[in-house]
């Protein structure tokens, strides 16, 4: 029983990382029905990039911020320059294109920062929040859950109480009449990769950030492929469904692979690809989907 | 009387095809001959390989490339997964080897119809999950594959993180095959004989040709195939899904079959890719066939030019040469020492597959093929 | 009553809470035209999707020359003996044109994957088969045509390759989906002539769904006319110009 | 005379290979209502989209006096052009209340507030539904969010794709008389592109009939009412 709490409390910790990446899958699906390959190559950018700012003595959480925006910046300017002018509806170019700056963004964080893992400071405090007999839950999973419930809530206000969020959400229910309507669709959709992009960034920053791990270029690679499958468990098109989605996946990483002895440790990632599969398969809009996904 | 319009109006083109064929298969005897040991090519202070070892690598990479081109080019399913299939080619191919000692060749009578079947089941999902999701799907394939052979209940079959060695097994050349004649005779060409080495071949450097001439052929072979099987009716039916499903199912295409038959024909060709690069190789371990190598194969499917067969030639160079040579870089004018190690090939490739794709979508064979037509129609209206 | 190639009886199909055809019954008898018209949303369109199995009815049977289609796969139609043309041009823009015919003529050929590429009998199969597409292109005047990429050609051009491709199988049933759009008077003319030529040469029944009112009239022997997915008329031509029903579907209803 | 709020002259539009239109040409004057009839396919959508900058066309497009060829749809917008597309123009997944907000997107004033509750006057059942998404209306509560959504951004012209589209008789009759109201009291300008004849030549001042993307016929609706030349264009001679 210690162990099964213990479980779920690192599920919660991995779950919460997934739920960020896959939040930033949603918020583009949702307007372009686009997957976007290089997410997690992004968000690994944007985490060295506030490693560099607090390397340059700029304090942790003021990094995180500028990393944020830095990265969100860049992603407007990568929607502008490499996927506006395709057609949203002629998927492999779209695929082709977001493989490319997999490669390019995960190169260049090479050249940059070296493959060599480096210690990512602190985010949150040290320590146990809590321990009974051995189940330890630690400030840091509690707060990365805290920081991405805070998170949807912050996008949930953006998207229904601004204008920019309102137009955003418009366009990803019609676009044509949002474009009789006089709303700018480029820039609107701009908008949504930078939100994306910095979700994700905040998202690589607290995985790096978890006392156990360090960070190195090609740390999200399996990351992305969990995250993935959390948007997809949650329908690709519900902010809270990636949330419930990566927690989901957390869990069947940290529990299910724990307890059912034919699925050895390093299986936790097939287990996360069958999880997609069984959910692609059966049910394309996802567990948590409203709508079909495939519209005749 | 159509026919004969027909089978009239094509001669010059099929003599021009065998004219281009012989051609090819000359410069490929000579190029084998000239860097059969460890050749290289020496660009300002930099020496680049081009051994015949890179070149047998190309052809690895190209025949899983093809695979590619049946499954994205020809049929239009994304399937990113394609190192799955080369990675379970070169696996199977290995513990054949190794632990049974089957020759090579053998391998592939296991590795062809087991690959054709995992990838006729895999490709099962594919018909309810389109687009986007299949290419998710897949690509979580790709990246899940070193774990699987990473398992400790495969230990026995895979040699774990290690990788299994199958360096034993050796590629002897034929006593029949004139190596060492043709050598001697390219030596004796007047100044371009010193490409051509010197004196007798070694038993290593015949073994070598041997490899890159049996690979060759392999592909020749795959080519061959392929090229029949597309230009037939189930070819046409796998374009016809591709442009435009629905009409194709009114046409009568059974869709289902066709996309898991093709899917299964793509993981042949992975796997015989997969078995070839191990045979190069001599070890197959799980970080050869990661994700990366799967994106990689979508590089040489897209800069060589989707849905062409020519493609996956000039795909499978550009995948085996540019991340070898640009590593191999030691130093270029004006670009910064730290840019030239480690990463430099895979931040090739991307700006490859990005540049490719927003200015020239064809690949470099529709970029030629698009030049040629230039070339040719100006000839005519200068002729006239 | 004759007894009629096509017999549809109770066809009930809803989308979301929309019942886009309710209860449909008709026949279509052997070398007949039948005309389906109706407003827009009538249900049409989605008459020939039902037809040719790309959606399945709730309710309803669907009969062609004996045969239960409702038991058939989306593939099979076309074995059966019933080929369609669609309302936006469905070719296959990154194959030429013979291509595109001989993909057509998917049914009449027998090669598999395994045979293909071993040749085996492929040769000869590609021969037949590209005599036969040469063939129907040069009825419909596309000969010239033939050795072009599909995507380029004019919009009319493409529609004749389109009827093309569905006439190479040699089908019993034709579906022709809004033939007309996008043609000029004088075109719309020389389709309504060629459609009938064919028919008469091949035996075709033809059901033709049209927007063009002076084709569907001039061509059809007997007319069908859907309003909200349920049948309002039946009959020839005249009869139905005059029906008040019709007129009023058409027209709004006179207060 | 008066210049027409729109004037259109020898407009040509097409889709991919295809001619749509042959060189139309119409006005509509201020406070007027204009119905273009035809049949399906004749082009009456493309000229709606023409105006409202959604296709490519040659020709003459103004509004006001001022060519509006150049400018792309949310210009055209700002200009006061209003389109209500055909089928569904509202955004199934947001609220009525939000529906009406990105109708009013290109403005910022204050009255916005006050126009929602204008257009809950006018619509009750609109107010009663407004916290529910513009999917769970009914086809006619729909057709009314999208006019009342294209209102939002106070137009001069309202351009309106086959409003009557799928709507039970009834459901059309108390639309269309809506439109005169809204016509009469605020003095909303008009386009009506509308394949039912009978109810659109009763609301409307001025008609054309398109044919094959030809304007074939026009005049006082009155008039057209009375001549069976429309008969035959919908019902083939």
Redesign the interface.
């Known amino acids: 029983m210690d162990l099964f709490l213990q479980r779920v409390f690192d599920a919660i910790t991995n779950g919460s990382t997934y739920a960020l990446i896959a939040v930033a899958m949603v918020l583009i699906f949702k307007a372009t ?3 976007n ?1 290089a997410q997690g190559e992004q968000a690994i950018l944007g985490a060295f990039a506030v490693l560099q700012l607090w390397y340059w003595g700029i304090p942790m959480w003021g990094a995180v911020i500028i990393g944020m925006l830095f990265s969100a910046v860049l992603a407007a300017g990568l929607e502008r320059v ?1 996927i506006r ?1 395709f057609d949203p509806a002629d ?3 779209l ?3 977001t ?10 964080a ?2 940059v920062w ?2 060599d893992p480096q210690s990512f400071p602190q985010l949150f405090p040290s320590g146990n929040a809590f321990t009974y007999n051995n189940v330890r839950l630690t400030w840091y999973s509690i707060f990365a859950f805290g920081s991405c419930v805070l998170v949807l809530v912050v996008f949930q206000t953006l998207l229904t109480k601004t204008k920019i969020g309102l137009a955003f959400r418009a366009v990803s229910s019609n676009l044509e009449s949002s474009r009789l309507s006089g709303i700018k669709i480029g820039p609107t959709l701009q908008f949504g990769w930078a939100l994306a992009a910095a979700a994700g960034t905040l998202g690589a920053s607290i995985y790096a950030a978890n006392p156990v791990l360090q960070i190195e ?1 090609s740390m999200m ?2 990351a992305l ?1 969990f995250s ?2 959390a948007a ?1 468990l949650g329908g690709l098109d519900s902010l809270w469904g990636a949330l419930i989605g990566g927690l989901t996946i957390g869990f069947v990483q940290s529990v299910v692979v724990q307890y059912i002895p034919f699925i ?1 440790n ?2 936790s ?2 287990a ?2 069958v999880v ?2 069984i959910v ?2 059966l049910r ?1 809009s996802g567990v948590l989907g409203t709508k079909a ?2 519209r005749v | 009387m ?2 004969k319009l ?1 089978s009239s109006r094509f001669t010059p083109e099929r003599n021009y095809q065998i004219a281009k064929w012989t051609f090819f298969v000359i410069a490929l005897l000579l190029i084998a001959f000239a860097y059969v040991d460890v050749g290289t090519i020496s660009i300002g202070s930099n020496n680049y390989n081009l051994s015949l070892i890179r070149l047998n690598k190309a052809i690895a990479y190209t025949i899983a490339i093809l695979g590619l081109q049946v499954v ?1 080019g020809y049929t ?1 399913q ?1 399937a ?1 997964g394609q190192s799955f299939f080369f990675g379970t080619g070169a696996y199977i191919s290995a513990w054949l080897i190794a632990d049974h000692s089957w020759p090579f060749l053998l391998t592939l009578l296991i590795v062809i119809p087991s690959c054709f079947l995992i990838g006729m089941i895999l490709g099962l ?1 594919a018909l ?6 299949l ?3 897949t ?3 790709a ?2 594959f070193p ?2 052979v ?4 495969l230990y026995g079959y895979t040699g774990g993180a290690g990788g299994k060695l199958t360096s034993n097994y050796k590629f002897i050349a034929p006593s029949w095959l004139p190596f060492d004649e043709v050598a001697q005779a390219l030596q004796k060409i007047p100044l371009l004989g010193d490409f051509f080495g010197d004196g007798p071949l070694s038993t290593r450097e015949e073994s070598r040709l041997w490899k890159f001439i049996l690979f060759s052929l392999l592909a020749g072979l795959c080519f061959w ?2 090229h ?2 597309i ?7 796998m ?2 899904i ?3 499903e ?10 289902a079959l066709t996309k898991t ?2 899917f299964g ?1 793509a993981s042949a060709l992975g796997g015989v890719g997969g078995a070839i690069y191990v045979a190069e190789i001599g070890i197959a371990s799980p970080d050869d066939f990661s ?1 990366l190598v799967a ?1 990689y194969l ?2 040489g499917l ?1 800069v060589g030019g ?2 062409t067969l020519p493609g996956a030639v000039i795909g499978g160079l550009i995948y085996a040469l540019v991340p070898d040579w640009a590593s191999s870089t030691q130093s270029v004018s004006f670009v910064p020492e ?2 030239l ?4 090939g ?2 090739i ?6 540049v490719l ?2 200015f020239l ?1 064809g690949g470099i064979v529709m970029g030629w093929r698009k030049f040629k037509n230039k070339l040719l129609r100006k000839e005519l209206s200068t002729a006239r | 009553m004759a007894e009629g190639l096509l017999e549809v009886e109770g066809i009930t199909i809803q989308f979301g809470g929309i019942t886009a055809l309710d209860n449909l019954t008709f026949s279509v008898e052997p070398t007949q035209i039948c005309g389906l018209i109706g407003p827009n949303g009538a249900g049409k369109t989605t008459l020939f999707n039902v037809i ?1 199995r ?1 959606y399945d009815p709730s309710e309803g049977k669907i009969t062609f020359n004996g045969i239960d289609l409702l038991s058939l ?7 059966a003996g019933i ?2 043309t ?1 309302q936006n041009l ?6 030429t044109v013979v ?1 595109n015919i ?3 003529a ?2 009449r ?5 395994f045979s ?4 085996i009998g ?1 040769k000869a ?3 037949s ?3 036969e597409a ?2 129907t292109l ?1 009825m419909l005047d596309l ?1 010239e045509f033939a050795e072009n990429p599909c995507d380029g050609l004019p919009f009319g051009t493409m529609k004749r390759i389109e009827l093309a ?1 569905a006439l190479v ?1 040699s089908p019993k049933l034709l579906l022709l989906d809004e033939p007309a759009t996008g043609l000029t008077h004088s075109e719309v003319a020389e389709l309504s002539e060629l459609i009938i030529s064919i028919r008469d040469d091949f035996d075709l029944t033809i059901l033709l769904v049209e927007h063009h009112m002076g084709m569907v009239m001039g061509m059809s022997e007997k007319v069908v006319v859907l309003d909200f997915g349920e049948k309002i008329a039946e009959g020839t031509p005249t009869e139905i110009q005059n029906n008040s029903l019709v007129v009023s579907a058409y027209l709004g209803a006179p207060k | 005379m008066t210049t027409p709020l729109l004037r259109v002259e020898r407009l040509e539009a097409r889709y991919g290979p295809v001619q749509v239109l042959h060189g139309i040409a119409l006005s509509v004057y201020e406070k007027e209502i204009v119905v273009v009839l035809g049949a399906n396919g004749a082009g009456k959508t493309t000229v709606l989209r023409s105006i409202s900058g959604m296709v490519e066309t040659s020709g003459l497009i103004e509004i006001g006096g001022e060519s509006i060829k150049k400018l792309n749809p949310s210009e055209i917008v700002r200009r006061g052009v209003a389109h209500v597309p055909q089928g569904r123009g509202t955004f199934p997944e947001l609220t009525v209340e939000e529906n009406l907000k990105v109708g009013a997107f290109i403005r910022s004033d204050k009255d916005i507030s006050n126009d929602i509750e204008t257009c809950y006057e006018s619509y009750p059942v609109l107010y009663e539904r407004r916290t529910q998404t513009a999917g769970s209306l009914s086809g006619g509560e729909q057709q009314m969010l999208a006019v009342s959504r294209a209102l939002m951004s106070r137009p001069q012209l309202l351009l309106m794709d086959e409003p009557s589209l799928g709507l039970a008789p009834q459901i059309v009759e108390d639309l269309f008389a809506r439109f005169v109201t809204m016509n009469q009291d605020q003095g909303t300008t008009m386009l009506i592109v509308e394949q039912n004849a009978q109810l659109a030549l009763d609301i409307a001042g001025r008609a054309y009939v398109l044919e094959s993307g030809e304007i074939t016929l026009e005049g006082q609706a009155e008039e057209l009412a009375k001549d069976d030349a429309i008969r035959r264009a919908y019902l083939g001679a």
């Open positions: 029905t686009l997957i390959f490499f002018k998927h492999l170019p695929v082709i294109i493989l490319g700056l997999f490669l390019v963004i995960n190169a260049i090479a050249i070296r493959f270029p690679l399996r492929i993935v499958t997809a050895p390093e299986m990632l097939s996360a690809v997609l599969l692609l398969t394309p996904v495939e | 159509l026919q027909y994205i239009g994304i990113l999902p309810r999950i389109r687009g986007l999701y290419a998710l799907l690509f979580g394939l990246a899940v774990s699987i990473k398992l400790d209940k195939l392929v029949n099987l230009r037939s009716r189930p070819g046409r039916a374009r016809a591709r442009d435009n629905t009409s194709a199912a009114v046409s009568g295409v059974n869709l038959l093709s024909v994700s994106i979508i590089v897209v989707v849905g730290r840019w190690q480690g990463p430099t895979s931040l490739l991307g700006v490859l597959l990005i794709t927003l979508p | 040719s790309i796969s989306p593939h099979g139609i076309s074995h080929s369609r669609f469905a070719l296959w823009p990154r194959m291509e001989m993909a057509g998917h049914i050929g027998k090669q598999n994957f293909a590429m071993a040749r492929l199969e590609e021969r088969l590209r005599n040469y063939k040069e000969s491709r199988s």
